[in-house]
């Protein structure tokens, strides 16, 4: 297919589309409603159940706090503890900042500008918070050993072998996730090379 | 009231540029439909600040393709969207298949083009001039003209495949 047979051809697509016309009245009066509110709502409710969550284990740790009598134990209460309430605050910013397009005032380079580095910061974040979510794993069960069951981890359990066994595995379960992301970061990062170059 | 009349014909007027920038920008019916009810959504919302200093369609082309850019990164989910039955976008004729085909292997071969050169492509396609493509894409006249020709380049070869 040629240059000008594709402009011609594209000529009678859209006098066809024209003849085809039938978006109704109701359609387009139902389009403008609520669908995309829900929409919206639907996309961070996941996010927002998980920030209770975090949140929710967060202040049970700080109330609890004086029951963590050991050094190590409090360490591990203080990092979990900051983790939880950074896993929230670094998700939501980063869905904000993918989201926050100027629809209605950038032109199309502005907006591919944005998204591609939203995109990239998304990316970041996501590789952020599974590194932050393996830390607090660690960090979390001598805590709510000490919590829930009044038992130091460290010393009644072989902690530190499973940590040992853990470590691979994970490592393993990062080189698996991140593979997923490698794609996207490249589709970000051709977008905004195409930009540059002109 | 008369924002809304006057809006619903603004959208039936110009249901066409909304169809295609659906469909360059997707490739799956659902999401096709999930963009083209998007892009209406966000044209309604900013439909009242449209002020005439430009073109319907600039405005509306702009609004579209950040449209199609925002929602490049949308998890798909089932369920959320006007039932099927009622769908606008069913126009298959079943006397002229072999249009219909060549009308797809034009929207695949665009599809393969990157985000930037999707949006170039179709607004010349869709008769733009350099200016009026300028101001909906941020581009100069120039990049767009070299574009253009790389583009050109690009469906040569992929046709050529």
């Known amino acids: 297919m040629e240059f000008e047979e594709m402009k011609s051809l594209w000529g009678e697509l859209s006098d066809k589309l024209e003849q085809q016309k039938k978006i109704t009245d109701s359609l387009i009066a139902k389009m403008t409603k609520s669908d995309y509110k829900n929409k919206i709502k639907k996309i961070f409710i996941s996010e927002l159940i998980g920030a209770l969550i975090c949140f929710a284990a967060a202040l049970y740790i700080l109330f609890s706090f004086q029951t963590l009598d050991r050094w190590y134990l409090i360490v591990c209460g203080i990092i979990s503890v900051s983790i939880l309430c950074l896993l929230p605050i670094l998700s939501f910013h980063a869905i904000y900042k993918i989201r926050s397009i100027n629809i209605l005032n950038n032109n199309y380079k502005q907006s591919l500008l944005e998204y591609s580095k939203g995109k990239q910061q998304f990316i970041f974040v996501q590789k952020l918070s599974f590194y932050l979510g393996a830390a607090l794993l660690l960090t979390i069960l001598p805590v709510m050993g000490q919590l829930i069951a009044g038992k130091d981890l460290f010393i009644e359990s072989r902690l530190w072998l499973w940590y040992a066994i853990g470590y691979p595995f994970f490592y393993g379960l990062s080189k698996w996730v991140f593979r997923k992301y490698a794609k996207a970061t490249e589709e970000a990062e051709d977008i905004l090379k195409e930009l540059e170059n002109g | ?161």
Do not use: C
Request: net charge positive; proline share 1%; glycine share 4%.
């Open chain 2, 1 to 161: 009231m008369q924002d809304k009349k006057e809006f619903v014909r603004v959208i039936q007027e110009n249901e066409t540029l909304i169809y295609k920038v659906s469909k360059v920008y997707t490739n799956t019916r659902e999401d096709e439909q999930d963009l083209y009810q998007e892009i209406v959504y966000q044209l309604w919302k900013s439909f009242g600040s449209f002020r005439n200093e430009s073109k319907l369609s600039t405005w509306m082309y702009r609004i579209a393709l950040n449209t199609a850019i925002s929602n490049l990164n949308k998890e798909k989910k089932k369920g959320r969207f006007l039932p099927i039955n009622e769908w606008v976008l069913n126009r298959t004729d079943p006397d002229d298949l072999l249009r219909e085909e060549r009308f797809e292997l034009l929207y695949a071969h665009i599809r393969e083009l990157s985000t930037v050169e999707k949006a170039i492509i179709l607004l010349y396609l869709e008769g733009k001039s350099y200016e009026e493509m300028a101001v909906i894409t941020g581009f100069t006249t120039t990049n767009i003209g070299t574009r253009l020709g790389r583009i050109k380049q690009k469906l040569i070869t992929q046709v050529k495949k």
